[in-house]
């Protein structure tokens, strides 16, 4: 009978498994960060929350998408059911915001998956930029990744692959990584389409942050609309 212990850890795993997103992140104490949770296609009319604390068991909300923000301000959730993606952002980090679930209801059972803030005092030790970039399809982006401590980088797209060498792709996007400079790499995404818009992360060890690419479609229906209207040979006057 020494199969059933194995068969009641696969039962509890798979309780918390059908979440994807970060597990570890380095954020400065007094600052915000938001945190994208990955769902299956079946749970897009389902209420999503965020829930504190370090055992699934015990832990609290302190948002759901039923009420969007939390009465203090500190919490925000909001669910983008097409890219079946749910973001929770949370506000004036202190040492005590370290763990949490993203949750799903659901009848019997919620679905959660756990990540944990690690809260520096000073500068993380992973971070980047600004966590929201804005490009154009065809063009490229670049996201500079500062890291303290040597370790193994990588890009990955959330819920998808990673990068882990000097070049590769994803989605079909170009991929190049360089690391040339100390404690800090460079993640460049080349060729982009509409398609490539969504949440990745930046790697290093056992740390990641998350940030949200969104590529918009050139405007060449506009400049057409204009150019039927005779705008450019207005311009030409």
Request: glycine share 8%.
């Amino acid at each position: 009978m020494s199969f059933i212990p194995h068969l009641i850890l696969a039962g509890l795993i798979g309780i918390h498994c059908k979440i994807i997103t970060v597990s570890r992140v380095s954020v400065k104490a007094g600052g915000s960060i938001s945190i994208p949770c990955l769902y299956d296609q079946y749970y897009r009319n389902h209420v999503k929350h965020l829930c504190q604390g370090y055992k699934w068991q015990s832990c609290h909300i302190v948002v759901d998408t039923n009420q969007r923000k939390s009465s203090s301000g500190k919490f925000s959730i909001s669910d983008d059911t097409n890219q079946r993606i749910f973001t929770v952002t949370i506000n004036e980090i202190t040492h005590k915001d370290t763990d949490f679930w993203c949750v799903v209801e659901k009848w019997g059972e919620d679905v959660g998956q756990y990540f944990q803030l690690s809260v520096t005092t000073g500068m993380s030790n992973l971070y980047v930029d600004q966590q929201e970039i804005t490009a154009f399809e065809g063009g490229s982006v670049t996201i500079n990744c500062h890291y303290k401590y040597s370790a193994e980088r990588k890009w990955c797209r959330l819920g998808r692959t990673c990068v882990t060498n000097q070049s590769g792709s994803i989605d079909g996007t170009a991929v190049t990584i360089d690391a040339s400079v100390s404690n800090d790499f460079t993640v460049t995404m080349s060729k982009l389409r509409t398609e490539s818009s969504g949440w990745y992360w930046c790697a290093a060890g056992d740390l990641q942050m998350p940030l949200h690419v969104t590529v918009n479609e050139l405007p060449t229906a506009t400049l057409k609309h204009h150019h039927n209207r005779g705008w450019w040979r207005e311009l030409a006057r």
